[in-house]
């Protein structure tokens, strides 16, 4: 294998939150001569998540997965990594953002996985978030997601569809065109 091809390792962190922990992950992973493609992080209660594309020559990913346990342990992370490609090119899908509120209740990510996989939509991000209305008080639930729509697909059917579907459910929704 050629030291110079780009190949991909997918690694997964979670951990006690607290200062640093990105700075040194990433320095380790700079370090190991390899690059970080994509990344999402996030704090979950007292929790640290965080999941990433990294790349880099496989000599160079092979150093940093040798290193991975040794990191884990010195920052208190538990760390999951597994070697991956680059995404291949499929179907044309076309982004879209969705947007949902509701008043919480259990299972609203449920229901609307199961409408887009049933839709035969894929969801390429989803971050949701409870608070508390403003004057009320109440409860409330927010979804946020990034779905990959099928060029072919009939975007006027989606749409009444969707809206159907989030108005039987009480759901306030948008769905429109993702913006870079």
């Known amino acids: 294998m050629n030291a110079n091809t780009k190949e991909y390792l997918a690694i997964t962190a979670s951990g006690e939150d607290r200062v640093g922990l990105v700075e040194q992950l990433s320095n380790q992973i700079t370090s190991s001569g390899c690059n970080i493609e994509q990344s999402r992080m996030g704090v979950l209660g007292g929790q640290f998540a965080l999941i990433m594309l990294v790349s880099g020559p496989w000599n160079a990913l092979s150093k940093l997965e040798s290193q991975l346990p040794a990191t ?15 995404r291949e090119k499929g179907e044309a899908l076309i982004p879209y953002q969705v947007e949902v509120v509701a008043l919480d209740h259990p299972g609203i ?13 894929n969801i390429e991000e989803l971050e949701t978030d409870t608070y508390h209305a403003p004057h009320t008080g109440t409860q409330m639930f927010s979804v946020h997601m990034t779905v990959g729509v099928p060029a072919k697909m009939q975007i006027s059917t989606l749409r009444d569809n969707f809206f159907a579907y989030c108005d039987d459910l009480n759901l306030d929704a948008v769905l429109e065109p993702a913006r870079s």
């Open 72 to 86: 884990g342990e010195e920052l208190g992370l538990t760390i999951i990594h597994k070697r991956t490609q680059a």
């Open 109 to 121: 990510v449920h229901s609307l996985a199961q409408f887009f996989s049933r839709s035969g939509i």
